[in-house]
């Protein structure tokens, strides 16, 4: 039986500023229905990472190979190793991170469309608060424990979670790829032990 977890950064590394003003009006609703745009944005995409401060707990000077966004933003390393063992639904466009503390842009990112919307969510064993009348509810559920049914993820290796858009699902064996790639700073988590 196919096993996953929910996929996310664990390390204390740089962050990101809000988008630049330029691309302010993408509606970035699109890059979370696991959709292909109805439009090609911005090339590049244009970031800014926060500025370093000698005295914070939240943020280092690391580059970390996945930043949270309102798209999510992957290493070229990430990308090639996710697609090394069998992902394929990842739409991924031109990216400048621009860097205001030594005024580098760095190049090797990119902004992700993961196309894949999946309602893979077992909600008779999950423990979570519907906000939509839906059915099968989809993309407002707080989970407070969820529970991957397999055979409605179907053996695909990477997708967001229909029932809650802003959970990024990951199959045991890319997991085990990305760790034997030395990829430490992504976290897996179980699904039942984790609020969403």
Not at 39 to 62: E, I, V
Not at 69 to 74: L, Y
Not at 157 to 170: D, G, H, K, V
Request: proline share 8%; charged share 25%; aromatic share 12%.
């Amino acid at each position: 039986m196919a096993v996953y977890f929910v996929f996310d950064r664990d390390c204390i590394g740089r962050r990101l500023e809000e988008p630049d003003g330029d691309i302010l009006d993408i509606d970035w609703y699109y890059w979370r229905i696991g959709a292909v745009l109805p439009s090609p944005p911005p090339n590049p995409l244009k970031f800014t990472l926060k500025r370093l401060n000698p005295n914070a707990w939240d943020h280092s000077p690391y580059m970390p190979s996945y930043f949270r966004a309102a798209a999510p933003i992957f290493s070229d390393e990430l990308i090639a190793a996710l697609e090394e063992c069998g992902v394929d639904n990842l739409d991924t466009y031109n990216l400048d991170l621009f860097d205001p503390d030594n005024g580098q842009t760095y190049t090797n990112y990119k902004v992700v469309n993961i196309i894949g919307l999946i309602a893979a969510a077992d909600m008779q064993k999950s423990d979570a608060t519907i906000h939509d009348s839906g059915s099968p509810p989809l993309y407002d559920v707080d989970f407070d424990s969820l529970v991957i049914d397999p055979a409605k993820a179907g053996g695909h290796y990477f997708f967001r979670l229909a029932e809650s858009t802003n959970a990024l699902i990951i199959h045991e064996k890319v997991k085990q790829h990305l760790l034997a790639k030395g990829f430490t700073d992504l976290a897996f988590y179980e699904p039942s032990k984790v609020a969403l």
